[in-house]
């Protein structure tokens, strides 16, 4: 029997930029345009070295995914850590890159087991750091009773995502009358947790 094939570690040589044009065809193409060939021929590299550094594609996608979760849980706790932190947590959340390469990696992990658990526990600690992050906020404004922390996360999180998917197909009705509606909101909560007559808190 033949020694076991010989995977690479985390910060080998190559596995970052790899990661990079895989996110980026995931971006311009959508996932079933992901495959070691293309990914490699992206960046002038043989196929044969995807599966030196992943043992195979759905590792692939996770390691794109994992990498970016834990950069969002960074900019998240960075942005409720703002001077405003509502309206920074709103625009972090309607990135549109960040939209579609989460979009694309949900539809696959519900394709594919193997990536099911793990974008499914990343996307419980975001709602949960969230909705916690927002229970603090709407105590001090004083509204903590208008609508479920929970609630609130995963509204902001869902108009996100539908704007960005609406506009990408050329649909725009109601998108104006929704976003002066979730600042006009916003702009309620952000001045109810400032000083009285003061700007916001650094």
Request: aromatic share 6%.
């Given at each position: ?37 293309r ?36 900019r ?85 995502r ?19 509606l ?12 400032r000083?009285?007559?003061?700007p916001p808190?650094?």
């Amino acid at each position: 029997m033949g020694a076991p094939r010989r995977i690479a570690g985390p910060d080998a040589k190559n596995r970052e930029v790899l990661l990079d044009a895989a996110e980026r065809i995931l971006l311009d193409e959508g996932y079933p345009a992901v495959t070691s060939r293309r990914v490699a021929s992206r960046v002038g590299l043989k196929p044969q070295l995807v599966h030196y550094y992943f043992r195979n594609m759905d590792e692939l996608f996770l390691a794109v995914f994992t990498r970016r979760a834990e950069e969002g849980l960074r900019r998240q706790a960075e942005a409720l850590a703002s001077p405003e932190p509502l309206r920074a947590l709103w625009e972090f959340g309607s990135d549109p890159a960040g939209i579609v390469l989460t979009m694309e990696i949900m539809s696959l992990a519900s394709r594919r087991e193997s990536l099911r658990a793990e974008v499914g526990r990343y996307a419980e600690r975001f709602r949960t750091a969230q909705a916690e992050a927002l229970a603090e906020l709407m105590g001090r404004a004083g509204v903590a009773d208008d609508v479920p922390p929970a609630a609130l996360s995963m509204i902001m999180t869902s108009l996100a995502r539908v704007a960005v998917i609406e506009r990408s197909i050329g649909v725009s009705t109601g998108h104006a009358e929704t976003l002066a509606l979730v600042e006009s909101y916003i702009d309620r909560l952000e001045k109810a947790l400032r000083p009285a007559g003061g700007p916001p808190q650094a």
